[in-house]
């Protein structure tokens, strides 16, 4: 699903920000990275995402080279993504349902399927009942679920997420982890940045750990096959 081979970011100024990265997530897999600040994490995630471009080597989702990938295609390459920040990056104008639906709207979907999707999304997290409130009037923990609903309600096949318990406390950070871990189960691949390392190994899921821009663990199934390129 994802491979990176041999990738490098360096930032304007000289900040080396990863150094030649080469790691591979399959499809359907489930893994979390870990590292300090400044470690490269949400770097790593931009690059998937395209909100950044490699200074070297070469990136590909699901078979696609993302290097040859031009700007103009960038948003059909992100309708198979869904992306989740620590910071909700919600509009607090609108109701919880016209956030969650925000992406089905910029993809044109009719109102229809919109209103179907929007819906199943909140039920997944468990704001079905919250969909005409303000997301100012929830809690921190709720707003985070609506940003994961917003994330979900195209079915993406990638789901990416920076830091997203990074605010709350240890219960309800579970709950969210908990929450990927079901997407997942259903085929989703997902990849989460987090430095709860306690919370990770007990999700019992693969860890990548970076340090200072390259990889110093990757606990991802080892698959010979791919590592021939066969």
């Known amino acids: 699903m994802i491979h990176f081979d041999n990738i490098s970011k360096r930032y304007p100024g000289g900040h080396d920000a990863l150094s030649q990265i080469s790691l591979r997530l399959e499809k359907g897999q489930m893994a979390f990275l870990t590292g300090h600040s400044g470690a490269g994490k949400s770097t790593l995630l931009k690059l998937?995402?395209?909100?950044?471009?490699?200074t070297r080597g070469q990136i590909f989702l699901d078979g696609v080279n993302l290097n040859n990938i031009g700007n103009r295609?960038?948003?059909?390459?992100?309708?198979?993504?869904?992306i989740i920040f620590q910071n909700h990056h919600l509009l607090y104008d609108r109701p919880v349902f016209d956030n969650v639906a925000m992406p089905l709207i910029i993809q044109g979907y009719r109102r229809q399927e919109i209103h179907k999707r929007v819906r199943a999304a909140l039920n997944q997290v468990g704001l079905l009942s919250k969909e005409k409130v303000y997301p100012i009037t929830l809690s921190g923990g709720?707003?985070?679920?609506?940003?994961?609903?917003?994330?979900?309600?195209?079915?993406?096949?990638?789901?990416?997420?920076?830091?997203?318990?990074?605010?709350?406390?240890?219960?309800?950070?579970?709950?969210i982890m908990q929450l990927f871990s079901r997407f997942n189960q259903v085929g989703t691949t997902v990849l989460i940045a987090s430095h709860n390392i306690e919370l990770i190994k007990e999700m019992g899921t693969p860890m990548i750990s970076l340090q200072d821009g390259r990889v110093s663990h990757n606990g991802l199934p080892f698959n010979a096959n791919r590592a021939r390129g066969l």
Do not use: F
């Open 73 to 82: 295609k960038i948003p059909y390459i992100r309708r198979n993504i869904g």
């Open 142 to 175: 709720e707003q985070q679920r609506v940003g994961i609903a917003r994330a979900i309600v195209h079915k993406p096949l990638l789901l990416l997420a920076d830091e997203p318990t990074g605010n709350l406390d240890p219960e309800l950070s579970r709950e």
């Open 48 to 54: 998937i995402a395209m909100i950044e471009r490699p």
